[in-house]
């Protein structure tokens, strides 16, 4: 069973779009969760921590399900600039630990 | 002000060669990883250095060691490369105690053996 699930897309979405991702983590012990963005070639880049009261950042809000396991990211009036992968990430152990990668959304947006 | 910094950006080499890469942060963290991603672009981690201790080492091959003279640097040396060691090897760092445990990630080593 694999650690972090994420539906690998592509996600193709018309500019100005609402898209939402979800994510579901196998270790119910895990206690930090993160979304980072990748673009292509370049190194991981955190976009955001979710709490499980759910946070906001600008056209950014991630929410998380401990009784289901699962996270989500919704992404409102998506600009082309969003075109990336997004990765969703768990943290399990304490901050020694390293972080347990999903394999990763990838979204399109198109004009 | 660069805050995770990688040498080489590209690494290209023979099969049976030993390379090193470099990693600092000056964001004072005090740990810091190496993660490797592979062709499929799955990432996953390979070590973790904690004030000079390892704290994790994942089931990698023993070629791979991590080497780090203080808790700004840690170094990656490959022995005998394998055509399978091809990949983006991304340092990171991270403060060891919360409240945030985020990671911040080097730019990456492409990393091809032929």
């Known amino acids: 069973r694999k650690e972090v699930e994420q539906d690998p897309g592509p996600f193709n979405v018309p500019e100005g779009a609402t898209v939402a991702f979800n994510c579901t983590y196998s270790?119910?012990?895990?206690?930090?969760f993160f979304w980072y963005r990748q673009d292509c070639r370049k190194e991981p880049k955190l976009l955001m921590s979710?709490?499980?009261s759910g946070n906001e950042d600008g056209r950014f809000t991630a929410q998380l399900n401990r009784a289901s396991q699962y996270i989500s990211l919704l992404i409102r009036d998506s600009k082309l600039s969003d075109s990336a992968t997004y990765l969703c990430v768990v943290l399990s152990g304490g901050g020694a630990d390293g972080l347990t990668f999903g394999k990763g959304t990838h979204l399109i947006i198109q004009p | 002000d660069t805050a995770v910094s990688q040498t080489p950006k590209y690494l290209v080499t023979q099969m049976g060669n030993d390379k090193s890469i470099k990693c600092e942060q000056n964001l004072g963290h005090d740990t810091m990883y190496w993660y490797k991603q592979d062709s499929k672009k799955f990432l996953k981690i390979m070590f973790s250095y904690n004030n000079k201790e390892l704290i994790i080492n994942e089931t990698v091959p023993n070629r791979f060691s991590p080497k780090s003279p203080d808790k700004a640097h840690l170094n990656l040396h490959i022995n005998s490369l394998e055509l399978g060691d091809s990949a983006v090897y991304f340092c990171?760092?991270?403060?060891?105690?919360?409240?945030?445990?985020?990671?911040?990630f080097g730019p990456g080593t492409r990393l091809t053996v032929t």
């Open positions: 979710v709490y499980s």
């Open positions: 990171a760092s991270s403060h060891v105690r919360g409240p945030s445990y985020e990671q911040y």
């Open positions: 270790n119910s012990a895990s206690q930090s």
